[in-house]
């Protein structure tokens, strides 16, 4: 995977790992920023054809106030993508079941991965890591571990596939703070699971049924924490093109403080 660099931030981009032109029908973009706050990007990104019938899309967050986030974000999304790209090859089956059990095999080794590079280094470094493994553009396997995000925009509107796995969600699924209130408060930074924190990890995994006209977005925390879920929709509504929709999208989180690292993959059904 190759890196580019923006504002000496690591990003990591892709087609297919064939290095040949992407065959599959979706309409991709993909974009990371450093914004206007911090000096190093921890984010990494990469989307990915693994083969005729699935493709792989993922976005990282390396942890901020850990030692080398960004090392462990790479590592996280280059092992999920060498282990689902492996287990495909040798997985004759393709039913739901061994589709979500593969990814969340790839996960656990991404997490591993990033548990022995913390050892190697004596660096105490997290992440989090969500993905999408979308088979034959009907099925979409979802799944996530800490708080960058995936939505779904169905028909004009916008829901949040994945599920944050922070000190304020928690308190929001327990009724003591409300969605405003998580949003603005001091504690919103603590995850309760990341990728590199214990041996093995445990990962929520989502399915969901692709429908023509769907759109599937990925995102750090820097794009939601900066952009409410009505300016999202409202600029996935708007720009047609996935690559148009990311640069408005970072434009936007950047207008708004641009606080953290901002990163998003858009994907067009």
Known sequence: MADESTNDAPTQSGDDTSGNQPSNSFGVGGLSDVGRVRELNEDNWHWAILDE??????????MGGHDKGEVASQVAVE?????TAKALKSTKKRDKRSLRDLLRESFQRAN??????GEEQDSNMGTTLCAALVHKEKDAFIA??????????????LRQVSRDHSLVAYLVALGELS????????SGNILVRSIGSVPEVEIDLFHVELKQGDRIM????GLWGECDDGEIL?????????????????????DHGGRDNTTLVVVSV
């Open 53 to 62: 019938g699935s493709s792989l899309y993922a976005v990282a967050d390396g």
């Open 112 to 117: 591993r991965a990033v548990v022995t590079q």
């Open 179 to 186: 969605e405003e209130e998580a949003r603005n408060h001091p």
């Open 234 to 254: 409202e600029l996935l509504r708007d720009q047609a093109n996935p690559q148009d929709a990311c640069q408005a999208l970072v434009d936007l989180a950047n």
């Open 144 to 157: 996530n571990v800490g708080d960058s995000r995936v939505y779904l925009y169905r028909d004009g509107s």
């Open 218 to 221: 990925l995102c750090s925390d």
């Open 79 to 83: 092992t999920i993508f060498e282990e």
